[in-house]
């Protein structure tokens, strides 16, 4: 279900056009705050190499972290569905809420406390000023389309995430689902 007006929850799926950018090319976006100054979102499907206890080494686990987007890329930012453990966070939509006390969820994961499928956490963010979003948009930079899964998105987006989204868009994107990433390598 495509909608027709920016709203936090949403999510943004990387037009095939979009090219050469290494951040966006292929990505699918969270958006988590929209407003008249701006917008904010969390790439779901770009996986790093670094597991939380290699940036934070207080902490006993191997979660995945993922880039979040190209601004801020030293901080680190987390999405979770479990506000009942986590005090301090704030609701996105659907039962997905943004951070919250680190130190608290450091102890939580800690203590097998919080699994994988209720958290994720990002290197950086994607950000945009007041109205580019919009320009963006009526650019066809990306499809905005509900949020079906709810908080269950944190299971269900993985680096094959976008290419699931564009073949259920159908139509003229099916051609992009298996085209390679970098078009000169056809």
Do not use: C
Request: aromatic share 10%; hydrophobic share 35%.
């Amino acid at each position: 279900m495509i909608s027709e007006k920016l709203n936090k929850g949403h999510l943004l799926i990387a037009e095939p056009s979009i090219l050469g950018d290494l951040s966006f090319n292929r990505s699918v976006i969270l958006l988590a705050d929209h407003n008249t100054e701006g917008s904010v979102g969390f790439i779901l499907n770009k996986p790093l190499e670094y597991t939380l206890m290699d940036l934070v080494p207080e902490v006993e686990s191997s979660f995945t972290i993922y880039n979040g987007g190209p601004v801020e890329q030293d901080n680190l930012y987390f999405i979770h569905s479990i506000p009942d453990l986590i005090p301090g966070s704030v609701e996105i939509s659907n039962g997905i809420y943004w951070g919250g006390d680190f130190e608290k969820t450091r102890d939580l994961i800690n203590k097998g406390e919080i699994k994988k499928d209720s958290i994720r956490f990002f290197l950086g963010y994607t950000g945009w000023e007041a109205n580019q979003l919009e320009t963006e948009m009526n650019s066809n930079s990306w499809i905005l389309i509900e949020n079906s899964y709810k908080q269950k998105i944190l299971q269900k987006s993985s680096s094959d995430f976008w290419k699931e989204k564009i073949m259920e868009l159908g139509g003229e994107y099916l051609i992009w689902s298996n085209a390679p990433e970098n078009p000169m390598l056809n």
